[in-house]
Every structure is written in C-alpha cells, then in structure tokens.
Nanobody, 120 residues
C-alpha cells in the first residue's frame, strides 16, 4: 500500500506562517505532478497550488504571492509554505497526485488532510 500523508497544519494567527508537508509513504520510486487542495466547511474543494515534475508551479489567485509549493524528490515529499495567512485560508488541506512505485503507478491519490486554522 502507498499513501500520501500530510502534516504541518495547526492554529496560527493572521499574518503568520505554516509549512505543510506531504510525504509519500511506502516503497516509492517517485512522486509525479503534485497538487495541494483545500476545503472549507460548506465550500467546494479548491485547487490551491500545483507543481510538475519539472518544477513548474501554478497557484490559485487567492494565494498567489503568499503560498509557495515545492518538492524534494529525494524525500518523496511536496511542501506548501504558507505566509501572510488570512482567516479565509482556514480549511482542511489535502495533498493529491500520482505516486510511482517500482511496480505500479497510483493515480489521483489523496492524503487524509491536515487542518489549518487561521484565527486570532
């Protein structure tokens, strides 16, 4: 079995920062194109940021300039650095992407999510 495991969420004051991590667990050859989503209560899941194997990134307008997605291929991990956090950023953040093992490609894998709460 393989899975994506998010960590790094928590409670932070407006203007603060958090760094989320999403690590692929199992016998992993590589992680491919990866994405961070978030979902606030009563709202649809929103694509926050994405990063390709080649390192090309894209961001939702709501987070552009504040969030940075990055990856560490050796650690099979993708990160989301979140700065200048706003209460509107409060949501469960999910990691999503394709995981390549030595025998199979697991497409559209989702982590269990990590809660980010921005509040004073």
């Amino acid at each position: 079995q393989v899975q994506l495991v998010e960590s790094g969420g928590g409670l932070v004051q407006p203007g603060g920062s958090l760094r989320l991590s999403c690590a692929a667990s199992g016998s992993i050859f590589s992680i491919n194109d990866m994405r961070w989503y978030r979902q606030a209560p009563g709202k649809e899941r929103e694509l926050v940021a994405s990063i390709t194997i080649g390192g090309s990134t894209n961001y939702a307008d709501s987070v552009k300039g504040r969030f940075t997605i990055s990856r560490d291929n050796a650690k099979k991990t993708v990160y989301l650095q979140m700065n200048s956090l706003k209460p509107e950023d409060t949501a469960v953040y999910y990691c999503n992407g394709n995981i390549l093992t030595y025998s199979k490609t697991y497409s559209n894998c989702w982590g269990q999510g990590t809660q980010v709460t921005v509040s004073s």
